[in-house]
């Protein structure tokens, strides 16, 4: 039979698993698989300008397009790179096989240059993380690689590749089949409890469905918007839900949590059923856990065994793919005596309805109602911070856009490399990323990437001179002490003498444009639209468009520090 080498076999892996395009840097321990990279066709290769930003846009190359992303960097460096978006990845259940090179057997464990044990670094961050120690196991342990990232609750898996093990000769077969001893992912739902709920659910005089993240993963919108349409139960969702159901839909709340709408917070409160699926039940849309949800029964669906009960106890749990469970729902469920309950609902919403004050200057607001009106197919990534809980309340997500942000990690410079890869995945698509003028400087080197594969990428920037979102902290719990938050004074600014700051640095028009993109300022609100407009026209190169903002925008509702969904400050 004939033999090929480690290199070749995993070139044929790939296109074995349809993967389509890598994302890669080299390295010394990598150089032979750039080169067998090198002689195929078939796979895009894309070079990012640095391995956090690679991870990030693979990242959002699965979210948005539902395939797996790939990733390959050396070792050492190049592999602990890849820490920051693998924690991402793993938080927000995103498929990724990320493979790292790795120095010869003989010098594992010995300090070689560039030699680090990343299987250990990433154990509690990766869904499975191991090096191919055999040649013989490569085929194998590549195929499982993709069958775990891509099975039960979506994740990231790292698949370690030594030199010498790579460079050996081996059999060319690749698996047709995985069988994983003590991995089989559970898809099917148990019809008895989920009957169960739904009985429940029927019976209730103030249900409320709660959309997380994991509806979303499963591309089941369609279908929990017929559940939600056949029960007439209103639904919150969490930021990571958003999207689950159009944000127009007459029976939307708005998100719950700490940034969440009153009217959503409200009814979580108040509700007597609680029918969630596809979350965590983290800290940020609990608030104290012991007063969540106080009066209601809950049932919790979710693919992940382990997230049940973790944080809320619940009364009928389901352990099921979110899709899977919304279609058998579609069979069951009838229509609910909502008319009260929704009653109730509006007017919470008209008591506290979800708004910003008007300013003279420019708000963050205007920028995002102008991309609601001009972008109807579209997807929006964004970093973290105040311009990522004001996009989560304010922009419109229906069956035609998306929204692709760090959820669990809340990881800053996620939004414009995630733009990137979104853009590769989806070339027919309008693709935005809202940034903080903080989180854009982190990975604002892949203007470089973003030019080279002429992807229209249209980069917001929202420009307030600060860490936004500490600041706000800083102002309403803090005594106005912006302890290493201004960023154009430096860390610790206590100046009182009425001197101006320096200028804000960097120029960000000039900075985009030494790089070969568009760039743009905007300061005024009459100069949204035509923004956007110009960035429009740009169909082969990225724009970045700097918005000037108020540093004095908060963004409300907020749950007080240890607070519950109802100890909210509404506005100051």
Same mark, same amino acid.
């Given at each position: 039979?004939?033999?090929?080498?480690?290199?070749?076999?995993?070139?044929?892996?790939?296109?074995?698993?349809?993967?389509?395009?890598?994302?890669?840097?080299?390295?010394?321990?990598?150089?032979?698989?750039?080169?067998?990279?090198?002689?195929?066709?078939?796979?895009?290769?894309?070079?990012?300008?640095?391995?956090?930003?690679?991870?990030?846009?693979?990242?959002?190359?699965?979210?948005?397009?539902?395939?797996?992303?790939?990733?390959?960097?050396?070792?050492?460096?190049?592999?602990?790179?890849?820490?920051?978006?693998?924690?991402?990845?793993?938080?927000?259940?995103?498929?990724?096989?990320?493979?790292?090179?790795?120095?010869?057997?003989?010098?594992?464990? &010995?300090?070689?240059?560039?030699?680090?044990?990343?299987?250990?670094?990433?154990?509690?961050?990766?869904?499975?993380?191991?090096?191919?120690?055999?040649?013989?196991?490569?085929?194998?342990?590549?195929? *499982?690689?993709?069958?775990?990232?891509?099975?039960?609750?979506?994740?990231?898996?790292?698949?370690?590749?030594?030199?010498?093990?790579?460079?050996?000769?081996?059999?060319?077969?690749?698996?047709?089949?995985?069988?994983?001893?003590?991995?089989?992912?559970?898809?099917?739902?148990?019809? $008895?409890?989920?009957?169960?709920?739904?009985?429940?659910?029927?019976?209730?005089?103030?249900?409320?469905?709660?959309?997380?993240?994991?509806?979303?993963?499963?591309?089941?919108?369609?279908?929990?918007?017929?559940?939600?349409?056949?029960?007439?139960?209103?639904?919150?969702?969490?930021?990571?839900?958003?999207?689950?159901?159009?944000?127009?839909?007459?029976?939307?709340?708005?998100?719950?949590?700490?940034?969440?709408?009153?009217?959503?917070?409200?009814?979580?409160?108040?509700?007597?059923?609680?029918?969630?699926?596809?979350?965590?039940? &983290?800290?940020?849309?609990? $608030?104290?856990?012991?007063?969540?949800?106080?009066?209601?029964?809950?049932?919790?669906?979710?693919?992940?065994?382990?997230?049940?009960?973790? &944080?809320?106890?619940?009364?009928?749990?389901?352990?099921?793919?979110?899709?899977?469970?919304?279609?058998?729902?579609?069979?069951?469920?009838?229509?609910? *005596?909502?008319?009260?309950?929704?009653?109730?609902?509006?007017?919470?919403?008209?008591?506290?309805?979800?708004?910003?004050?008007?300013?003279?200057?420019?708000?963050?607001?205007?920028?995002?109602?102008?991309?609601?009106?001009?972008?109807?197919?579209?997807?929006?990534?964004?970093?973290?911070?105040?311009?990522?809980?004001?996009?989560?309340?304010?922009?419109?997500?229906?069956?035609?856009?998306?929204?692709?942000?760090?959820?669990?990690?809340?990881?800053?410079?996620?939004?414009?490399?995630?733009?990137?890869?979104?853009?590769?995945?989806?070339?027919?698509?309008?693709?935005?990323?809202?940034?903080?003028?903080?989180?854009?400087?982190?990975?604002?080197?892949?203007?470089?990437?973003?030019?080279?594969? *002429?992807?229209?990428?249209?980069?917001?920037?929202?420009?307030?001179?600060?860490?936004?979102?500490?600041?706000?902290?800083?102002?309403?719990?803090?005594?106005?002490?912006?302890?290493?938050?201004?960023?154009?004074?430096?860390?610790?600014?206590?100046?009182?003498?009425?001197?101006?700051?320096?200028?804000?640095?960097?120029?960000?028009?000039?900075?985009?444009?030494?790089?070969?993109?568009?760039?743009?300022?905007?300061?005024?609100?009459?100069?949204?639209?035509?923004?956007?407009?110009?960035?429009?026209?740009?169909?082969?190169?990225?724009?970045?468009?700097?918005?000037?903002?108020?540093?004095?925008?908060?963004?409300?509702?907020?749950?007080?520090?240890?607070?519950?969904?109802?100890?909210?400050?509404?506005?100051?």
């Amino acid at each position: 039979m004939r033999q090929i080498s480690g290199n070749k076999l995993f070139v044929k892996a790939l296109k074995e698993e349809d993967v389509e395009v890598l994302f890669g840097y080299p390295g010394a321990c990598t150089i032979d698989i750039s080169d067998e990279l090198y002689k195929q066709s078939g796979i895009d290769v894309i070079l990012p300008r640095h391995e956090q930003a690679l991870v990030h846009e693979a990242d959002a190359y699965a979210r948005t397009t539902g395939k797996v992303g790939v990733c390959l960097v050396t070792s050492g460096p190049g592999a602990t790179n890849l820490v920051t978006g693998l924690a991402t990845a793993n938080y927000d259940s995103v498929p990724l096989v990320c493979f790292t090179g790795q120095v010869a057997r003989h010098l594992i464990g &010995n300090d070689a240059f560039q030699e680090v044990d990343i299987v250990g670094i990433t154990r509690s961050i990766t869904k499975y993380g191991v090096t191919v120690t055999k040649r013989e196991d490569l085929g194998r342990i590549i195929k *499982e690689a993709f069958y775990i990232a891509r099975t039960g609750r979506p994740g990231p898996v790292l698949i370690d590749l030594p030199k010498d093990v790579m460079a050996e000769l081996g059999s060319a077969q690749y698996p047709k089949e995985v069988n994983i001893r003590g991995y089989k992912p559970n898809t099917s739902v148990h019809i $008895g409890q989920l009957k169960r709920a739904i009985k429940m659910l029927h019976k209730a005089k103030r249900p409320l469905f709660l959309a997380g993240g994991g509806v979303n993963i499963a591309r089941a919108s369609a279908l929990f918007t017929e559940v939600v349409e056949k029960t007439q139960v209103p639904v919150v969702t969490t930021i990571m839900g958003r999207g689950a159901i159009a944000t127009n839909h007459p029976l939307f709340i708005g998100n719950l949590g700490m940034h969440g709408a009153y009217a959503a917070n409200m009814a979580v409160s108040g509700c007597d059923l609680l029918f969630s699926i596809g979350t965590r039940f &983290n800290d940020r849309i609990t $608030g104290k856990l012991h007063e969540f949800a106080p009066h209601a029964q809950i049932v919790h669906i979710d693919i992940d065994t382990a997230s049940i009960s973790r &944080n809320i106890h619940v009364d009928i749990p389901i352990v099921a793919d979110a899709k899977e469970a919304l279609t058998k729902m579609t069979e069951y469920v009838e229509e609910c *005596e909502t008319k009260k309950w929704l009653a109730q609902i509006a007017a919470w919403k008209e008591e506290h309805p979800l708004r910003m004050k008007r300013h003279a200057l420019m708000s963050p607001l205007d920028i995002i109602e102008e991309m609601n009106r001009q972008f109807d197919d579209a997807i929006i990534t964004t970093d973290v911070g105040q311009h990522m809980m004001l996009v989560s309340q304010y922009a419109e997500i229906t069956e035609k856009k998306q929204l692709v942000m760090s959820g669990g990690l809340g990881t800053m410079g996620y939004g414009f490399p995630a733009a990137i890869g979104a853009q590769i995945g989806n070339p027919e698509k309008r693709v935005i990323a809202v940034s903080g003028d903080g989180g854009m400087q982190m990975n604002i080197q892949e203007f470089a990437t973003a030019v080279l594969e *002429e992807t229209p990428v249209i980069a917001c920037v929202f420009n307030n001179t600060y860490l936004g979102m500490v600041r706000q902290w800083q102002k309403l719990f803090y005594g106005k002490r912006y302890g290493m938050t201004n960023l154009r004074a430096g860390a610790l600014s206590r100046r009182t003498d009425g001197a101006e700051f320096p200028e804000y640095t960097p120029d960000f028009v000039k900075l985009a444009e030494s790089y070969g993109a568009k760039g743009i300022r905007v300061t005024k609100t009459e100069e949204i639209s035509a923004a956007f407009e110009e960035a429009k026209k740009n169909t082969k190169t990225p724009t970045l468009i700097e918005f000037i903002i108020d540093p004095e925008e908060m963004v409300y509702p907020m749950i007080k520090p240890g607070g519950t969904l109802e100890d909210m400050i509404m506005d100051c």
